[in-house]
Every structure is written in C-alpha cells, then in structure tokens.
C-alpha cells in the first residue's frame, strides 16, 4: 500500500471497511423502479441480483455489459436490496425504497443503508456550480450524529441537470461549497464538523482535487470545543476582494453560540496560499446591540450567514437567528478585512428556521431567495418557496416551489438549497427528505430543480 496525498478519491476506501468488489456510486428510486449505477475498470459482463428486504433468496433479475442497470416492475413503497456480480467479484448489498420524489434525483441514499456509515448515513450540504466548460457539478456530503461526517460526494451533468452520473469523492470534505473563481474549479470545506478550514482546486471537472490546503485551524465540535461552522454560501466579489462566510462555535454544551465571520482575499492574489486571506474576528450576538430584540438571551444563535451587496453598496451577511421571522444583518468592515463584523438590523424575515442563499439579479434589480417559508409555529421545512426583496427589508413570495404542508410534517423536508441564476432561469440543487426519510432532517435524497422564466413571476 502506497501514500497517497491527493484530496480525491474514485471512490474512497477505508481500511478494512467493505465498499464491495464493485462500486455502486449513485441510486434513484422511482415508484416502481430502480436505477444505479456502478464503477467499471473492465470489460466485463455484470449480473444484477435482488429481492424484496429481508424476503427470501435474492433472484437474478438480468445480465449487462454496461455500468449500469434499471430494475423494473417493482412496488410502490417497498424496500430492496441488490447487489451486483461478474465472475468472482460482488458489490455490497445496497438499498433502496420504490417512491415518488421530486424535481430531478441526483443522488439517493437509504436511511439505513450502511455503504457510507463510516462518515455518515444522510445526505447534506447542497452545492451546485456551472463548470466554464459548460457542464453542471453537484456535491454533497454525508452526515449523521455521532458521526465523523467527511465524505464528500461529487457528481455531473452534462444535460443542463436532466441526468447526473457520478465523478469522485473527497475525504476529508464537510460543509463544501464548490465555485469558479478565475475559470478554474475550487472547493472550500471543513475537514469534518467544526474542523480545519480546508481549499483545493481541481483541473480536471472535479475528477481529481490535489491535497488541500488549510487555511485556518479548527477544532472538533463533538468534544464540546468551539470550531469552524460553514455552510455552502455564495463567493462575494467585491471591490477587488472575494469574501465568504463563516462562524466560529459548537452545538454541543451549555454555552453553545455560533459567532459571525467573514474571510476575504485580493481576488488577484493566490487563494491556495493561507497568507492571503484575512478573517475577521467572531462576533457573537448580544442584545446589547440590538435594542429592538433586548429581550433575547444571551446565547441566541446567529448562524449560516449568506453574504451580499446591499443598495448602498454596503457588503452585509445576514444570518439565520432563533427568533421566528427574523434574521440578523451585520455589516462587513471592506476597510479592515480583520474588524469584527458590525450590527445593523433586524430584517423581517420569515424564512430563517433554515439555511438560506440570497443573491442579486441586476437584470430585475431585485434580491432572490428560495427559502422555507414558516407558514404557522409547528411547522418545519415542508413548504418551499421562491421570494423576493427590492431593499433587503420587505419579502415577498414570488411562487410556490414545492408545497407539502398537507403532509407529515416529521418525514418530509426541503432545505438547504444552493442556486444560480442563468440568464432567464433559477436552476437549484435541494437536501431532499421523503419517500419514508429518516426525519425531515435527516435527507435521503438530492435533487435538482428548474425555475423557468422567473422574472416573469416577478411582481
């Protein structure tokens, strides 16, 4: 066994762990059909094996000499295993559950499927990016509690989002936003939950990633120490600099808080050398300085920030915050790139029990959401929607995007969303919980979307 100093993997093999013979690297269920797909080195003849869960002796269900294969006539809401085998060789028994879903599945995952268990068993973190040669990649990491949570899973599409196959994985990768900067693919992740801030660049479309680069020290929430907390969020170009946002915190303890950060670099300089980027110093919130929300405590949460140009020109993060219908905006220091970030209001906004992105479209002149809205006190992630904002003070829903507020409110979750703006349509990539998932959290799916002519929901 040789070192290895690379960032990516195709696919990533732990020790003494079982990924199987073969590699199945991507399953979309459908209602009565599943779809997957495998690595293939050879070629070689596959068989492709199956049975209802737990029911009986697997069955051979056909041959190929592809990678890869549909299982047809199956049933609604009913789980499967199967496997695939040439020769000698087998993959591990996977699993998937026959099930409606939405938009476009990009990835899936069985919430009791145990082929990822070593990093985590759901879907999470969202990223989508349009490679300057013209095709889509989308990545997502898997996560669980208790889990280490740094696997990184990347995929491709070279239809404009209409099928997906899969490219490589990173490990170590959570939290990952990839994004062009320079006509050039990069990946900005933690190494893991509250872990070191790690960035690497890929010259190939994400096939291959060299070793990452850490730019700055995190810690390891799960033992109750403060870290870096990060979500895919937007790169700000601005005045001459990128920027993005951060926090500094944990979950775990009684003094738990996620504090306001923002890192920035002369967006001529080398983004790969660690000296070139500045972070501003953690704010965490206080009353103190919002005399309108002088009743929150102390350890109120700021966190998941999404940076963006307001009309004045000023750069502001605004954060998700535990009071219902608001969200928090602080102002970036582009003088001082290390100044802690200052408080400015609270913006009414009634979609903060999730991350959110927000963008600006020039061509409308208005500011872009796609956000679950919070339609009474109980509910959680259900409803979907498109907003908009003329000044980042009132919103307004443009359009429902995917509304199942009439469904259980526990088992179904949309959330998370990344999006881009291309010419007269939002494409967004969603951390997709149904079909039976885990919770609302806990994702089971990845699905891409299409808005088409939004402007013209616009009103």
């Given at each position: 066994m040789k070192g290895y100093n690379y960032w990516s993997y195709a696919p990533y093999k732990p020790l003494l762990w079982n990924t199987g013979d073969i590699y199945v690297c991507r399953i979309v269920p459908y209602e009565n059909s599943i779809h997957f797909e495998w690595l293939k080195n050879e070629d070689d003849k596959f068989e492709v094996y199956f049975r209802i869960r737990d029911d009986g002796e697997f069955v051979l269900c056909g041959s190929t000499d592809k990678s890869e294969f549909d299982i047809t006539g199956l049933t609604e809401d009913t789980d499967y295993e199967f496997y695939v085998k040439s020769g000698d060789k087998k993959?591990?028994?996977?699993?998937?559950?026959?099930?409606?879903?939405?938009?476009?599945?990009?990835?899936?995952?069985?919430?009791?499927?145990?082929?990822?268990?070593?990093?985590?068993?759901?879907?999470?973190?969202?990223?989508?990016?349009?490679?300057?040669?013209?095709?889509?990649?989308?990545?997502?990491?898997?996560?669980?509690?208790?889990?280490?949570?740094?696997?990184?899973?990347?995929?491709?599409?070279d239809d404009n989002g209409e099928t997906w196959h899969y490219v490589s994985e990173l490990m170590p990768c959570f939290w990952g936003k990839l994004f062009i900067h320079k006509g050039e693919l990069y990946m900005l992740a933690c190494s893991t939950e509250y872990g070191d801030l790690l960035i690497g660049k890929s010259l190939d479309g994400g096939k291959t990633f060299s070793a990452p680069v850490t730019l700055l020290r995190g810690s390891?929430?799960?033992?109750?120490?403060?870290?870096?907390?990060?979500?895919?969020?937007?790169?700000?170009?601005?005045?001459?600099?990128?920027?993005?946002?951060?926090?500094?915190?944990?979950?775990?303890?009684?003094?738990?808080?996620?504090?306001?950060?923002?890192?920035?670099?002369?967006?001529?300089?080398?983004?790969?050398?660690?000296?070139?980027?500045?972070?501003?110093?953690?704010?965490?919130?206080?009353?103190?300085?919002?005399?309108?929300?002088?009743?929150?405590?102390?350890?109120?949460?700021?966190?998941?920030g999404t940076l963006v140009v307001s009309p004045e020109n000023k750069l502001l993060n605004i954060m998700r915050f535990s009071k219902p219908g608001c969200a928090i905006v602080y102002e970036v220091n582009t003088q001082n790139h290390e100044s802690p970030l200052?408080?400015?209001?609270?913006?009414?906004?009634?979609?903060?029990?999730?991350?959110?992105?927000?963008?600006?479209?020039?061509?409308?002149?208005?500011?872009?959401?796609?956000?679950?809205?919070?339609?009474?006190?109980?509910?959680?992630?259900?409803?979907?929607?498109?907003?908009?904002?003329?000044?980042?003070?009132?919103?307004?829903i443009v359009c429902d995007l995917l509304d199942f507020r009439d469904a259980d409110k526990n088992k179904i979750g949309f959330q998370y969303v990344d999006f881009e703006i291309e010419n007269d349509d939002i494409i967004y990539l969603c951390r997709t919980a149904i079909n039976n998932a885990h919770n609302f959290h806990d994702a089971n799916y990845s699905t891409f979307h299409r808005i088409k002519n939004f402007r013209s929901l616009l009103k």
């Open positions: 993959s591990r028994i996977r699993l998937a559950r026959c099930g409606k879903s939405v938009g476009t599945v990009v990835n899936y995952l069985h919430p009791e499927d145990e082929a990822y268990s070593f990093s985590g068993r759901y879907l999470c973190s969202p990223s989508l990016v349009r490679h300057p040669d013209g095709y889509l990649l989308a990545s997502m990491d898997l996560y669980a509690a208790d889990h280490p949570q740094n696997l990184t899973l990347i995929f491709r599409s390891n929430g799960k033992n109750r120490n403060d870290g870096i907390h990060k979500n895919p969020q937007n790169i700000v170009y601005h005045n001459g600099r990128l920027y993005e946002t951060l926090e500094w915190g944990t979950w775990k303890g009684k003094e738990s808080h996620h504090s306001a950060m923002v890192m920035s670099c002369d967006e001529n300089a080398d983004i790969l050398n660690p000296e070139n980027w500045s972070f501003t110093e953690p704010k965490k919130f206080s009353p103190t300085d919002a005399p309108e929300l002088a009743d929150m405590p102390e350890c109120t949460m700021t966190i998941e200052r408080y400015c209001y609270c913006m009414d906004f009634n979609a903060n029990f999730s991350k959110f992105m927000i963008k600006y479209d020039s061509q409308s002149g208005r500011y872009i959401t796609i956000a679950d809205y919070i339609y009474n006190e109980n509910c959680i992630r259900n409803y979907l929607v498109l907003m908009e904002s003329s000044d980042l003070n009132k919103w307004n």
